[in-house]
């Protein structure tokens, strides 16, 4: 590898920096003699081209401008190696693949959807969640009780739609307030490392300010039943697992404790490198062959 490759890390004008992952795998690459640095994606003095690869890491406000998110993605990968590509972003940003994967046979958390014109019907009893289709870091995303919180729930419900957004209502899973949920990173199709996420969402909450929720994480040795539905996720993707530079399958526990998918992040997921010691250089050395390959061509 020589020091002539130049990684934009894209980043959102709210968090230029990205978070403290961008500073563990700028000092990876660079031991990869890669120079990276973060660049906000809604820069238009910004020359993507001048970059030899553009590793998509933290554009969180894409949920209000997806339509020029993913212009701006189509047109940085015909200018430079994008990662991940652009057609996977334009896959994964929107939730209604859970309906792909759901149909592949796999155990998906149950998911009521709801398009723009819709009457609004929320579950009678128990919790439930609801969100847009099209959402990142918990925004525009609540949980509400049925006997508590029905005119509030309908409320959110309706505005979103009123909004023209697709929306999701998923059954709250009680279980997540005690285990979690358990995030699993791949890089280049294989296992790195996994976390623990503490409980985000409380009954009747108001809605996420900022650009994200802050959470509770914790390193997770995941278990085997976790292990394999995160491989069963990402060997029914359209495209082969290791062509992924990075994804993140987001998993939480039925009432018997079995997994079930939640979410699959292939598009600008925390990757809490710094909850496991040599996950930045597993990161940075997926990074560094994808530049050797095009180079060499």
Not at 18 to 41: H, N
Not at 88 to 103: C, F, I, M, P
Not at 156 to 184: I, S
Not at 221 to 230: I, T, V
Request: hydrophobic share 45%; net charge negative; glycine share 6%.
């Amino acid at each position: 590898m020589t020091a002539t490759d130049h990684v934009a890390l894209a980043a959102c004008a709210a968090y230029p920096e990205i978070d403290d992952d961008a500073a563990l795998l700028i000092a990876a690459l660079s031991g990869r003699g890669v120079e990276s640095v973060p660049a906000v994606w809604t820069d238009e003095t910004v020359r993507w081209d001048r970059y030899d690869a553009v590793v998509v890491r933290g554009t969180w406000d894409y949920p209000r401008q997806r339509a020029r998110f993913l212009a701006w993605a189509k047109e940085v990968g015909q200018a430079s190696l994008l990662l991940n590509a652009a057609e996977v972003l334009g896959w994964n940003t929107d939730k209604t693949y859970l309906r792909e994967l759901t149909a592949a046979g796999l155990p998906v958390v149950e998911t009521h959807w709801l398009q723009p014109g819709d009457e609004v019907v929320l579950p009678e009893h128990g919790e439930y969640v609801v969100k847009p289709a099209v959402s990142a870091g918990s925004k525009d995303t609540a949980r509400y009780a049925a006997d508590r919180h029905a005119a509030k729930a309908r409320a959110h419900a309706q505005d979103l739609l009123d909004r023209g957004r697709t929306l999701m209502v998923q059954p709250y899973l009680a279980e997540v307030d005690t285990y979690g949920e358990t995030a699993l990173l791949y890089f280049g199709g294989r296992f790195s490392h996994a976390i623990r996420k503490g409980p985000l969402l409380t009954a009747g909450m108001d809605l996420v300010e900022g650009t994200y929720a802050e959470e509770t994480i914790d390193p997770r040795q995941p278990a085997p039943s976790e292990r394999d539905l995160a491989e069963r996720v990402l060997d029914a993707l359209p495209w082969p697992r290791e062509s992924l530079a990075y994804a993140r399958v987001d998993l939480v526990p039925d009432s018997a404790g079995r997994p079930l998918l939640l979410e699959l992040e292939l598009a600008e997921p925390s990757m809490f490198l710094e909850h496991d010691a040599g996950a930045a250089d597993r990161f940075a050395e997926v990074v560094a062959t994808r530049l050797k390959a095009v180079r060499d061509g």
